[in-house]
Structures are given as C-alpha cells and as structure tokens.
C-alpha cells in the first residue's frame, strides 16, 4: 500500500507561481513513475505531467509545457510541481499519482488514468483574475 499526500495548493493571482509536493509513504518501490493530473469542477480528469524514476526522462500534457515543471526527490519519496505564469483556468483540484512498476515507454501512456495504481486526495489551487 502506497499512500500520497499533496501539499502547497493556495489562492494566488493570475501571473503568480506555486509548488505542489506529493510525499509517498508505505509501500515504495525503485521503478515507480510518478504523474500529476488536475480536474475543474464539471471536467475530466487531466494529465498535466509525469516523471520517471531517474528523473531524466518527464512528460507533459500541453495546457502546461512550458509553464509547469515536475521533479521528483527519491531520497524523500516526494514529486514536485513548479507552476509558473498561473492562468485562472489553471483553477482545479489538483492530484498527484503513481505507477508502480512504470511499464509506460510513451507519453501516451502517462497520460491514462488506468495507469496509476494510486492517488492523493487532492489539493485546491485557485487562481484569481
């Protein structure tokens, strides 16, 4: 059993910058993926990015590229995600995930709610215009 916790959703003005953390506890394994999704009231679920293991391989969906930035620390089981440039539609609760064993060799397969095994209960980030 694998539990995530989200920390550092907030109210911040259009422009502005937060950082999400995701710290994974129980459970834990090498070759784990970890992925970041965000869902607005009324909407699917959305992939925003994921990481790999190493951290040298990372994925984004592309309503972020560019402005979002994930990172993870092993070392403390922890994902990150810088986000920069916040929008108002960035407003959504935002959720963290992992793939166990990361069997993923594509963004496409990131970006499948199916593929993770477990999730955080969310955190609210708001985005004021």
């Known amino acids: 059993q694998v539990q995530l916790v989200e920390s550092g959703g907030g109210l911040v003005q259009a422009g502005g910058s937060l950082r999400l953390s995701c710290a994974a506890s129980g459970r834990t394994f090498s070759s784990t993926a970890m992925a970041w999704f965000r869902q607005a009231p009324g909407k699917e679920r959305e992939f925003l990015a994921a990481i790999k293991w190493s951290g040298g391989t990372t994925y984004y969906g592309d309503s972020v590229k560019g402005r979002f930035t994930i990172s993870r620390d092993n070392a403390k089981n922890t994902a990150y995600l810088q986000m920069n440039s916040l929008k108002p539609e960035d407003t959504a609760v935002y959720y963290c995930?992992?793939?166990?064993?990361?069997?993923?060799?594509?963004?496409?397969?990131?970006?499948?709610?199916?593929?993770?095994?477990?999730w955080g209960q969310g955190t609210q980030v708001t985005v004021s215009s």
């Open positions: 995930a992992v793939d166990i064993y990361d069997y993923c060799s594509g963004a496409g397969c990131y970006q499948k709610l199916a593929q993770y095994d477990y």
